[in-house]
């Protein structure tokens, strides 16, 4: 989810967290938790720092460890121990199971959008990105919303936010249900489907979809219920060849791959060097792809340059290729 989903959740797990008598007849105890709270539903995405970086080092690291089940142990121990040190006469136990509770809810809604987490790391490094809420979803932000106001306005905060959590449960449960629809209606369509990837945008009623068959793949776009194939492309493995094996060597190509479920690649071959693009096929936005992992190389297939991330105009990309330029 985006920050601001984050922050108001974290709000939201504060106030409901004086369900828990011990933090209900504490106001130090409450307003720990509170803080604690806030804080902790935003922690793992601290590692935003890696952008400071390189593009390479973000895509590939961000909510990849700090999202573990480690992570969330770690994040809850420091930010409850860091909170306890200023309010060291309430109950430290209490303190940290609601701030682990805080934790772990923001990773376990992250995996239902389509960045998703490395949620099961160090155990596995797959993605899990599940795709039927969007990153940020104005219907949830509301609801949250909504529950902030009413407890400003002396709403009873234990029976606001379980009112909250239990909407938003049944929203997620049939944004499921829209996206299984989606998916049985591919699969009826489309011959050979190994891999439906759906992405939620900000509009309820719209959604881009990448679909994998056993020959191909297709970019589709879902309006209103109604889906309509918008790009169709051969699904070619990438050849063992001396260029490809070194673009595969550049970390931005790497951190690219390790990161897109659906992608194809293009080769270009002019007088001076060999330019490969990797093409995420999730993000499709005005005929355009913009997240790609682009590497040149001279014609001993050393590198010349490389970029990944999100450009949405060949223009800005070949700036960012400068030493081609």
Known sequence: MDTATHITM???????????????????????????????SHAPDFDTLFKLKDNATYIRHHRGASHSPIAVLMWSLLVSGSIYLFYMDVSYLHLWLWILFAVFLHVFVDIFNAYGTQALKPFKDKWIAIGFINTFDPLIFTLYIAGIYAWTL??????????VFFVVFLYYIKRYMDKREMVNQIQDYLPDVEKVVTQPTIRHNIWRIAVVTKDHFYVARSENGHIRIQDKFDRKKLPDSAEMNAALQDKNVRSFINFSPVYRYEIERFDDYIEIRFIDLRYRAKDRYPFVAVVAMDRFYNIITSYTGWVYSEDKLQKKLEPLN
Do not use: C, H, K, N
């Not at 004086?18 to 902790?40: E, H, K, M, R, Y």
């Open 10 to 40: 974290g709000v939201a797990v504060g106030g409901l967290a004086t369900i828990d008598p011990a933090v209900q007849q504490d106001p130090s105890l409450f307003q720990a938790v509170l803080i604690g709270a806030i804080v902790g």
């Open 154 to 163: 002396g709403a009873d905060p234990r029976y606001t936010f379980g009112i």
